[in-house]
T-cell receptor, first 113, second 114 residues
Framework: KNQVEQSPQSLIILEGKNCTLQ??????????LRWYKQDTGRGPVSLTI?????NTKSNGRYTATLDADTKQSSLHITASQLSDSASYIC????????????FGAGTRLAVHP | DSGVTQTPKHLITATGQRVTLRCSPR?????VYWYQQSLDQGLQFLIQ???????AKGNILERFSAQQFPDLHSELNLSSLELGDSALYFC?????????????FGNGTRLTVT
């Protein structure tokens, strides 16, 4: 079954610290893996998109990595800010047949001063 | 600003009623997706349209229907509403039928069924 699992479910860190969020997936075949940031009550905003052949992609303080062999991805946030408090969603595009986006449940990050 | 416009922002209605949610995709985007997000839940895919045609269907109830018009805006119709239909409904658009194109989300319509 094509699934995307994220861990941890929630995380609290202090402002200025780094953190890493995990995404494991069983989607096959897949064409890309995306990370989104969703502020409470708002629509998700794209952070990164990586194709299956890419290992890493950065967007400012956000760096995503992808290991297609182990079917794992991580999102590393450097020097966290209060505005990083949000849910982070991992999405894998299933490419068997039509392109279907499979969403993880998200990791809720709270950055405290 | 993602360029995707959803109206209305908030909707409060009673059980048994019918509502229509509207989405205008980003300029140039041909695909429109609809998602439902219940409180503290992940995004659930409902349906996708590409250039006016239904492309894929997810966990969409029979009481729900959607369409994409020639000008590419889309409407999601929810009927015989139940309390459990209360949720945020998001529309997203992308230029192609999926693949590696970024997906741009609107800020959603918050539906409250009382």
């Amino acid at each position: 079954k094509n699934q995307v699992e994220q861990s941890p479910q929630s995380l609290i860190i202090l402002e200025g610290k780094n953190c890493t969020l995990q995404c494991n997936y069983t989607v096959s075949p897949f064409s890309n893996l995306r990370w989104y940031k969703q502020d409470t009550g708002r629509g998700p905003v794209s952070l990164t998109i990586m194709t299956f052949s890419e290992n890493t992609k950065s967007n400012g303080r956000y760096t995503a990595t992808l290991d297609a062999d182990t079917k794992q991805s991580s999102l590393h946030i450097t020097a966290s800010q209060l505005s990083d408090s949000a849910s982070y969603i991992c999405v894998v595009t299933f490419s068997g047949g039509y392109n279907k986006l499979i969403f993880g449940a998200g990791t809720r990050l709270a950055v405290h001063p | 600003d993602s360029g995707v416009t959803q109206t209305p922002k908030h909707l409060i209605t009673a059980t048994g009623q019918r509502v229509t949610l509207r989405c205008s995709p980003r300029s140039g985007d041909l695909s429109v997706y609809w998602y439902q997000q219940s409180l503290d839940q992940g995004l659930q895919f409902l349906i996708q349209y590409y250039n006016g045609e239904e492309r894929a269907k997810g966990n969409i109830l029979e009481r729900f229907s959607a369409q994409q018009f020639p000008d590419l805006h889309s409407e999601l119709n929810l009927s015989s509403l139940e309390l459990g239909d209360s949720a945020l409904y998001f529309c997203a658009s992308t230029v192609g039928g999926g693949g590696n194109s970024p997906l741009h989300f609107g800020n959603g319509t918050r539906l409250t069924v009382t």
